[in-house]
């Protein structure tokens, strides 16, 4: 619980810097232009990709834990719980690429 407590307050702390970063931008351009939408689509490009690598990280480790348990217990099944270990690893470092794909994106707008 004081893990993820300090997760969101690091995260929390980045908004106030990244707005605070982005507000002399804004100021000397019209109130609502172009200069706002480059801060949000760069907020949003960062907090995209951050969200998907954290949730990768914990579905891959989550996987490699349950893969690694079931080896442990029973070696002779190693074999038959690896190849679905490894696809289920691709599938979701392949979320995370989408969402790379999508910050960049989003970044190449700015």
């Avoid at 969101?8 to 990244?18: D, E, N, P, Y």
């Avoid at 891959?60 to 679905?84: D, F, H, W, Y």
């Amino acid at each position: 619980m004081k893990k993820l407590l300090s997760f969101f307050a690091v995260l929390a702390s980045t908004f106030f810097v990244a707005a605070s970063a982005f507000a002399e931008e804004a100021s000397g351009a019209a109130a609502g232009g172009a200069g706002s939408l480059k801060a949000v689509l760069a907020i949003s490009s960062g907090i995209a990709i951050a969200i998907a690598a954290f949730g990768g990280a914990i579905g891959q480790s989550k996987a490699a834990v349950a893969a690694l348990e079931g080896i442990a217990r029973n070696p002779g099944a190693s074999g038959k719980v690896q190849t679905p270990m490894i696809i289920a690893l691709a599938l979701i470092e392949s979320l995370v690429i989408y969402a790379f794909v999508m910050a960049i994106l989003l970044w190449t707008k700015i």
